[in-house]
C-alpha cells in the first residue's frame, strides 16, 4: 500500500513538474518596434513528438499595422520547445538549443539558442548568470536569473543584461535572445516583454502598464501625416508642425530594413536611395506617424 502510494505521488509530481513550462493557455505577448507598430503574440497551441521527444508547439503572431495603415494579424512560424529538469529546449537546424537554464547558479552560462544568421552576434556566443534570487508572483516562489548578454569567452557583448523569470523566460527584451542580434541587421522578430498568463496564472506585466494587446491609437492611424513633393526625387519637406511635435525620423524599405534614421528636420534628402517605395516614420515619445514614398529617379 505505502509503495503504490508513494509510486502514484512520484507521477503526480512529475506530472506537475512536467506541466510547468507552457501549460494550458500559456501565452507571451511583446511589443513589436520594426516596421510597423503592433505586438508578437507567442502562444501555446498543442503537443508534438520531434525525433521522439514530446515537444510544446509555440505559434507566433505579429498584430499589428501593414503598409495600408490596416491591422493585420500575421503568423510568424512555430517553435518547439521542452523541458527537462528546469531546462527549456528549443528546436532549431535539426537539434535541441538549451533556451533557457531555471537551475543555473552564478557563473553557469550555456550557448545562446538559435545563433544568429548574421555577422553582429559572434559565433557560440553565451548567456551568463550574475545573479540569482526569488521572487513572488501572484502568490507563487519563481526563481529569477540576471543574465549578461557574451562573446563566447565570456566578456560582454556590450548588450547588458535581462531577467529570466522561472517558466516566464526574458522580462526585458524578447522571446528568443538572437533576435535582438538578427534585429541589429534586418529587423526583429520582437520586441521588449509585455506580458504573461496563463489558464492559472494572472497576467504578469512588470514593465507593460498598457493593455496587452494594444496596438496603436487612434492619432497613428491619422492620415494628416504628408510630405512633399512625393514622389520624390532627391528630397522631402516636412511641415513646420512636425518639428515642433516630433523629435526622431527613422527611413524603412519594404521588408523592415532601417536606411536612414536622425532627428527629425524640415528637408530630408532622399538622393542615396535607389527608385522605389519607402516609409517615413516619425516619433515623440509617446507616439508614432507614418507616410508612404514614392522615390524616383
Known sequence: MKTSFLLLFLLLSFSFQAQNWSPSGANWKYSYYGFFPGYVDVSYTGDTIIDGQSAKILSK???GIDWNMAVVSNSI???FTYENNGVIYLRYQNQWDTLYHFHAQVGDHWRMAKQPFTSVCPENSRLKVTATGNKIINSETRKYLVVEFCNPDLSS???GQDTIVENIGFIGSYFLPYDQF?????GNEGG???CYTDDHFATYAPHF???CDFIVGLEELSSTFTIYPNPVQSEIQLSPDYLTN???YRLYSLDGKILQAGPVTQTIHLTQLTSGNYVLEIANAHQKQFAKILKVN
Request: proline share 4%.
Open 61 to 63: 503572431t505579429f498584430n
Open 209 to 211: 502598464s498598457g493593455a
Open 182 to 186: 538578427d534585429g541589429a541587421v534586418d
Open 246 to 248: 516630433f523629435t526622431q
Open 157 to 159: 557583448l556590450g548588450w
Open 192 to 194: 521588449p516583454f509585455r
Open 77 to 79: 512560424g512555430n517553435e
